[in-house]
C-alpha cells in the first residue's frame, strides 16, 4: 500500500480538438503580426477612393499624406537625401502579408464554421459580403 493516491488517466484529447487549438492560434498570430500593416493599408486605400486629387509620380508629393500614398502606391518612402530607392524588401513584405491575409481569412472562415452551432448564418453571410458588393458596382453602372 502507497501514501501517494491514484488518480484517474487524462483523457487525451481528439485529433479534430488539437487541430482547432492549432488553427486559432495561427489565426491570432498572423492576425496581430500583420494588423499594423493591413490598419495602414485600409486606411490609405480608404483615402485613396474618396481623394480623387493624386499625385501620379513616385515621390510627387511631400506633404505626410504623399508620403503614405507613396508608401502604399510606390512601396518607397520618399526622403529628399535618398539618391535612389529599392522597393523590393518592402515588396516581399506586402506579398507575405497578402498571402497571409488569405491564409487567415481562410482560418477564420473555417473557424467560423467549425465553432457555430448553426453553418447557415455564417454561410448567409458569405453569401452578402459576396453579392452586395457585386450589387453595388452593377447599380454604380449608367446606361446612358
Known sequence: MSAVPETAPVPRKPASVAVLRWV???????????????????????????????????????????????????QILPNPKAASYDPRLFQWLVVAMSICLLLTIGLGIFLAFRTSKRSWPVLVALCVGLLLPIAFLILGQSKH
Not at 36 to 47: A, E, K, Q, R
Not at 57 to 66: P, S
Request: proline share 2%; with cysteine.
Open 24 to 74: 486559432r492560434r495561427a489565426h491570432l498570430y498572423l492576425s496581430c503580426f500583420f494588423t499594423p500593416l493591413l490598419v495602414f493599408y485600409v486606411g490609405t486605400g480608404w483615402y485613396q477612393t474618396v481623394n480623387t486629387d493624386r499625385a501620379k509620380l513616385a515621390g510627387e508629393r511631400t506633404d505626410w499624406i504623399g508620403k503614405l500614398m507613396s508608401i502604399h502606391i510606390d
